[in-house]
């Protein structure tokens, strides 16, 4: 019997090329793992050859397959390679496109594995500086993937000199040659360096106790390969923090109303659901959630900062003096009130009481956030063709950024709410100039709302 011996993919391929040309059966084939120190393949040279076959062609798929499928640690591997090829090459034109076939199946789930452990070996390799400077990392695969899986090193760190070291075999790339090498032990690997240290810092600050799933880790990623990761020495000690840190986490959450807005519910739901809303702090000293007022089939919606003080005991958005100056406006631009449908974007008012009085004092940029699920359940229903944003809270709340409305204002602007968004002053700002500035700016303020007009009557 003649002994064949191959060591890689290459070998083996060139050697199932010769045994396909001699019409060897897959029955008259024995193979063995080179990597125990034995021959990978062995036939009876001495059995008759019917005939040579004079051109192979093999699939190209099968090729890469057959590639990947080489890494999988299991002597039978080879074995069941040849068996799917020499079937290809019989006239099983289609086997590797059925799913349903158990050679198949099988070389599938090897690819699977692998390439799920090169994966794994491009996420969690660790390297430690040493003296030259070189980056060394010592990892244990759990197939055979060092050669096929160092070139994605090279192109990741190719500006560095580095080597990784595995039991089997080892990688070496010195910013000129990729080299291989026998494996090594884990003891050849440095010991800790200040990357590392920073690299612990890092992770230990990023570690999300919240969505900590220890199941979930070892599934990922076997206890036997933590002796890999540096920050495998932090997880244990992390987990056991977590409910403290979750419960601190929480403690500096950002708040939301969105729990509180039902889905798909109708303006009348929305307007009776927001007495329950507790998204924020503000529910816990006004008087009332102020919801949004006019038809739902409104063409525009215009948008304020938030309810004043007689809105907030009335429940009505702008009735208070910015409301009736807002009157004032639209009646001078032509536009009839009841067309819009008109709401703010935090629903309760934020004061600090001086006496008998309590004076305004503008949302934080959280309330803001923590309403936006209102209006947008608003915008939603309404669909407006228009959004006119009152003032710079309004604007920044729709627009998600800071606006400028001296250099914004009266311009169609683009939103992905609506066809067109105008953005202007809140009736509010007015009412704050003296008598002289008030009446220039009032009548800027209807040249803004006059854009409007052709909108309302169409």
Not at 125 to 130: D, G, L, P, Y
Not at 240 to 258: F, L
């Amino acid at each position: 019997m003649r002994e064949v011996v191959s060591e890689s993919f290459e070998q083996w391929r060139d050697q199932a090329r010769n045994l396909l040309r001699q019409s060897v059966p897959p029955d008259g084939v024995h193979f063995v793992d080179a990597a125990q120190g034995q021959p990978m393949l062995a036939f009876p040279t001495e059995e008759k050859i019917s005939f040579v076959r004079q051109a192979i062609k093999v699939p190209r798929e099968f090729l890469s397959l057959a590639q990947t499928v080489s890494c999988f640690r299991d002597s039978s591997r080879w074995a069941l390679l040849y068996r799917v090829l020499w079937r290809i090459i019989e006239g099983e034109f289609y086997l590797l496109q059925d799913h349903a076939d158990p050679q198949m199946r099988e070389l599938r789930l090897m690819e699977k594995a692998v390439r799920r452990d090169i994966h794994k070996m491009r996420a969690f390799v660790r390297f430690r500086e040493a003296p030259g400077p070189v980056y060394i990392a010592w990892y244990r695969p759990e197939h055979l993937i060092v050669l096929i899986n160092a070139p994605f090193f090279v192109r990741r760190f190719g500006a560095m000199n580095w080597s990784i070291l595995t039991p089997e075999a080892s990688a070496y790339w010195d910013q000129k040659e990729l080299r291989f090498g026998p494996g090594v032990n884990r003891d050849a690997l440095p010991q800790n360096d200040d990357i590392e240290d920073l690299w612990l810092t890092y992770y230990s600050s990023i570690f999300n106790p919240a969505r900590a799933n220890y199941a979930a880790m070892i599934a990922e990623m076997p206890a036997s390969h933590w002796e890999t990761l540096p920050e495998s020495k932090l997880i244990r000690p992390l987990l056991r923090e977590a409910e403290q840190r979750v419960m601190s986490m929480a403690s500096r959450e950002t708040p939301s109303a969105r729990p509180y807005v039902p889905v798909s519910a109708s303006l009348e739901i929305l307007s009776e659901a927001v007495h329950q809303c507790r998204g924020c702090d503000l529910h816990e000293h006004a008087t009332q959630p102020v919801f949004g007022v006019g038809p739902a089939s409104a063409k525009i919606m215009m948008i304020g900062e938030q309810p004043g003080d007689q809105e907030d005991r009335e429940g009505t958005p702008f009735i208070g003096p910015a409301g009736q100056l807002l009157n004032q406006a639209l009646e001078a631009a032509g536009i009839e009130r009841n067309h819009l449908y008109i709401t703010n974007a935090v629903k309760h008012f934020r004061f600090e009481t001086q006496g008998n009085l309590r004076r305004h004092l503008s949302p934080t940029g959280d309330h803001l956030i923590a309403c936006r699920p209102w209006l947008e359940a608003e915008i939603a229903h309404v669909q407006p063709k228009i959004i006119v944003c009152l003032g710079a809270s309004a604007a920044q709340t729709v627009m998600g950024r800071g606006v400028r409305i001296h250099e914004e204002r009266g311009k169609w602007l683009p939103t992905h709410l609506s066809q067109r968004l105008l953005v202007t002053v809140h009736p509010s700002a007015l009412l704050r100039m003296s008598m002289g500035m008030r009446r220039q700016e009032f009548s800027r303020f209807v040249g803004d709302l006059q854009l409007l007009h052709e909108e309302v009557v169409s």
